[in-house]
């Protein structure tokens, strides 16, 4: 529920019967900061031509004007050229009450469009890593939240199963694994691929080393490596659909996808639609060809095909290689067509690492040159890498920090911190086991879906876990602590409102929390505008803030008024149901005891 919008044309029509007509954008609204007093706060400073006054006599004139005709103002105050209004107790109460019962509040009705969001997009040579847990709850967070906001969307991974990498890992394992399986070896299936693909770049760099050391240059050992020519060969029988290599491929990436699988399931992040590149790298072909008879694209004497984007300010781009294979572009081209015509798109998102923002760009910029006019509805949502207090990482040389080895830490040290705070007391096993992976993953997601993903950040297992702070852990507590006094007060029959009663004097820090919860749909709203599951995060961890604030101040059970305390029964079953939808659009459960 939107205060400002709810005023606005109120506002207008008492300053234009002051001053005459002007544009409605003048009207500038906003929340009151926390130091001064006041719930809404409006500008004045576009009205000084009107008035030929000062701003606070102007901000005087227009305060006792609006407080005149606006019933539901209960004072005003002054500051320079700033109009600082209060609302009566009456009208939070009456806002309150509006949303009490809609058991679909901060979910809107569907607004008719269908949005894809691609995330994940793995290589099938290697386990998930860190960088990969940022990808995957970003992208099913904005999914979720877009659903929230009225979309239909369909979330989507894009699995890189083919190419020189996915060969490496294969040819590592024929030369090295002596028929080692995921059984015999008790290895999940992508742990023990990406083992031979850190294989393969061992005997990679022992090569090129050999051969530097026999007087050949650097960049010609890179070239000459008999296992890098091997692997290149191995790419042409798989392009060639060679029986044996095919085979191999098959039966290696099956065991990647069962290892892709648990992880994805211990994430808690899901697909509707799951694409394999070697299914869709020669989609892209036709619509070279189509550029080619339009004259956006040119082909080179050698026989690849380019586009020319200098007039841009960018460079030449390669589409299609001399010998007619497709790079990644071209796919992409192919790939976005058809989703748009198969599913009659309104928007499609890509979650990609900001490494990739040039390609996004010139993937859109060619696909308007074709004329496609949905490439205006390409948007790709680029984040900022994840890294350690150690520094980057680097996969060949095996020194990423593990998806599997993280989540299994992170619900382990949980286990650890609830058990010595005692969160864990009076809990079964099973309880006890649930709480903790609970607890480890809210953690996890929230730490990293709390900052803003174009930022790079810096993740810290330990910080992420405090039970103070700005932690997946701290809200879950709090909702828990309320979920425990609402089960006291029905345990001793203790009423609580179905609605405020109009006669009950709200509290300042009640109304903090009413404002909170009226703004949650507002909130997810612009999540959705702006692709930031950080903005959905960070107001529940404010609402949270305000609500252990209230919890310590005042008594709710042991209030003697009923009706007081009957109010404030209600209201913390608010609070902590608006915790609960907005922490699942970020992914995490919240607990029911702790």
């Known amino acids: 529920m939107n205060i400002e919008k709810i005023f606005s044309v109120d506002f207008y029509e008492t300053i234009k019967s002051l001053y005459g007509d002007f544009d409605i954008k003048s009207v500038q609204l906003q929340k009151t900061r926390r130091e001064f007093e006041g719930d809404i706060t409006l500008v004045v400073f576009p009205f000084l031509k009107l008035t030929r006054k000062g701003p606070e006599q102007t901000a005087e004139e227009i305060g006792h004007a609006l407080s005149e005709k606006i019933a539901e103002i209960e004072n005003y105050n002054v500051i320079k050229g700033f109009l600082n209004l209060s609302f009566k107790n009456s009208f939070w109460i009456q806002c309150f009450n509006k949303v009490v019962g809609d058991k679909n509040y901060g979910f809107a009705e569907s607004n008719g469009k269908t949005v894809m969001v691609e995330y994940s ?79 393969f770049d061992k005997a990679y760099k022992s090569e ?63 697909f509707d639609k799951i694409y394999y590149e070697s299914e869709t790298y020669l989609l892209g072909k036709s619509i070279v060809e189509e550029g080619l008879a339009k004259g956006v694209f040119y082909r080179k004497p050698d026989n690849s095909v380019w586009i020319d984007l200098a007039s841009d ?52 910029l060619i696909l308007s040159k074709l004329g496609y006019s949905w490439s205006d509805h390409i948007y790709h949502l680029s984040y900022g890498m994840v890294e350690l207090p150690e520094g980057k990482m680097k996969s060949r040389e095996g020194t990423v920090v593990d998806a599997d080895d993280l989540i299994e830490g992170m619900v382990s040290t949980a286990r650890e911190m609830s058990d010595e705070l ?35 950040m810096l993740f810290d297992p330990k910080e992420s876990i405090d039970f103070n702070g700005n932690t997946g852990p701290f809200i879950q507590y709090t909702h828990a602590r309320i979920r425990s006094v609402l089960r006291k007060a029905q345990e001793n029959s203790v009423r609580k409102a179905a609605e405020f009663d109009f006669d009950i004097h709200l509290l300042p820090k009640e109304v903090e929390l009413i404002k909170y919860i009226l703004d949650y749909p507002e909130v997810v709203a612009n ?38 305390r009957a109010a404030r029964l209600l209201l913390i079953e608010k609070v902590s149901e608006v915790i609960k939808k907005g922490m699942a659009l970020l992914g995490i459960d919240v607990p029911e005891r702790m």
């Open 422 to 456: 005692g969160k864990l007391d009076g809990c079964t096993p099973e309880e006890a086991e649930n709480i903790s992976r609970m607890v480890g993953m809210g953690a996890l997601k929230y730490f990293i879906l709390k900052v803003d993903p174009k930022k790079t």
């Open 208 to 270: 090129i080393k050999s051969l530097v050391e026999k007087g050949m240059s650097e960049e010609e050992a890179k070239k000459e490596a008999p296992i890098i020519k091997e692997a290149q060969e191995m790419l042409r029988k798989w392009e060639a659909k060679d029986p044996e290599v095919y085979s191999l491929w098959e039966t290696m990436n099956g065991w990647v996808y069962e290892g892709f699988d648990k992880t994805y399931r211990d994430l808690g992040v899901e």
């Open 121 to 199: 997009s793995p290589n099938t040579n290697k386990p998930l890593h860190l960088g990969h847990i940022r990808n995957n709850l970003l992208g099913y967070s904005v999914a979720r939240i877009l659903e929230a906001v009225g979309n239909k969307v369909i979330k989507a991974n894009l699995v890189n199963d083919r190419g020189i990498h996915i060969c490496k890992s294969m040819l590592a394992w024929q030369k090295f694994g002596n028929g080692e399986t995921p059984q015999t070896s008790g290895m999940k299936g992508d742990h023990l691929v990406g083992k031979y693909y850190v294989e």
């Open 527 to 564: 999540a959705a505008e702006t692709h930031s599951p950080a903005v959905v995060a960070n107001h529940i961890y404010d609402l949270v803030k305000e609500f252990n604030q209230y919890y310590h101040d005042y008594s709710i059970l042991r209030e003697e008024n009923d009706k007081i």
């Open 313 to 364: 300010g960018l460079d030449q781009k390669l589409l299609l290689r001399s010998d007619g294979t497709s790079v990644y572009m071209t796919q992409d081209l192919g790939t976005a067509y058809s989703r748009f015509t198969e599913y009659n798109l309104d928007d499609l998102i890509y979650v990609v690492g900001n490494e990739q923002n040039y390609h996004f760009q010139v993937l859109k």
